[in-house]
């Protein structure tokens, strides 16, 4: 269901909103030089522990998204610790892309060794296993990233990884684990897709918010 752009011409939006709902998606992801640009353009000020805590998330962040997961988990125990004792699934996660770089750089023994010691213990929960088996199948190949697996080795899984680690920190601080930015696009994008299941069953086609956004 498409809505008339000028329904929404008389709607007011305050400036001091829109900065603020920028500002909290750039501490949200840690880009802290856009954010000091941003401030430093707007005028919207913003407190110095989020800067703190900024540095620290971003470095494990980055530490994740490179495939460093051991750095990542060194620096979790020091930020967040005990976080990965409760969360179980994002600390396997983790291992399993220290274990992904050992197979890709072909030091198959030592990943194997690694997988027996750190990854083994979690196929005592069956939830575990196909998981286990699909990355130790990597050994097999000489070119993992051409193997059925290969999703395992790509970038896209290591920020997947590093985004699901970033929810969880946030979480663990009691905030909220994603912005006012993304909380206003998920919610608008449930409403559209609503109102065209609604209303237009027969007539559009489902609501897109890739579509929308280059419309």
Known sequence: MDI???ICENVAVNDEDVHNILLSYLVHNCFTGTMESF??????????DHLVDMEKRKRI???????????AIEL???????????????HF????????????SRRCNEALGFARTKLTPFGKEQRYVEKLEDFM??????????SPMFHLVSLEYRQHVAD???R???????????????????????????????FGKDVHQPFSLKDFLKS
């Open 168 to 198: 969880a920190i946030l979480e663990h601080a009691n905030l909220p684990s994603y912005s006012v930015l993304e909380r206003l696009i998920q919610q608008a994008t449930v409403v559209r897709q609503c109102l065209s299941q609604e």
């Open 4 to 6: 008339d752009p000028r």
């Open 164 to 166: 699901s680690l970033m």
């Open 93 to 104: 996660d983790l291992l399993s892309l220290h274990f992904v770089r050992l197979v890709c």
């Open 76 to 90: 979790m125990e020091e930020v967040t610790p005990g976080l990965l004792e409760k969360n179980k699934d994002l």
């Open 61 to 71: 962040f980055h530490s994740a998204l490179e495939g460093n997961a051991l750095k």
């Open 39 to 48: 401030i430093a353009c707007t005028g919207v000020k913003q407190p110095a």
């Open 137 to 146: 199948a990597l050994l097999a190949y000489e070119e993992p990233e051409k």
